[in-house]
């Protein structure tokens, strides 16, 4: 069993930056990919960034590919997110997801193929 815990959220003017950190239990990430979903209450879940288990390959959602970066620390077994220029439209609970058995590169980005989520975590854009 995978656990994931999300810290790093909160309240930031328009603009800003963030970064968002998750770290996993139960497994170590070097044999996980990772990813950041977002969801704003009343709409569809959002893929945000995501990154293979080595950190070969990421995907990040292209109209945020200007703004947000995802990187991984296997050593600590952690995920970031960063995210600059934040928005208002950003506003969202992200959560972080996990699994051990993405088939390829092409699946990186699917919430689907997740198996693994944290709690997820509050950010709030004001403007």
């Known amino acids: 069993q995978v656990q994931l815990v999300e810290s790093g959220g909160g309240l930031v003017q328009a603009g800003g930056s963030l970064r968002l950190s998750c770290t996993a239990s139960g497994r170590a990430a070097s044999a996980l990919a990772m990813g950041w979903f977002r969801q704003v209450l009343g709409k569809e879940r959002e893929t945000v960034a995501a990154?293979?288990?080595?950190?070969?390959?990421?995907f990040v959602q292209y109209s945020m590919s200007d703004r947000f970066a995802i990187s991984k620390d296997n050593a600590k077994n952690t995920v970031y997110l960063q995210m600059n220029k934040l928005r208002t439209e950003d506003t969202a609970l992200y959560s972080c997801a996990a699994d051990s058995s993405i088939p390829g590169r092409r699946y990186l980005g699917n919430g689907y193929e997740y198996a693994y989520w944290g709690q997820g975590i509050q950010v709030t854009v004001s403007s």
């Open positions: 990154i293979s288990g080595n950190g070969d390959a990421t």
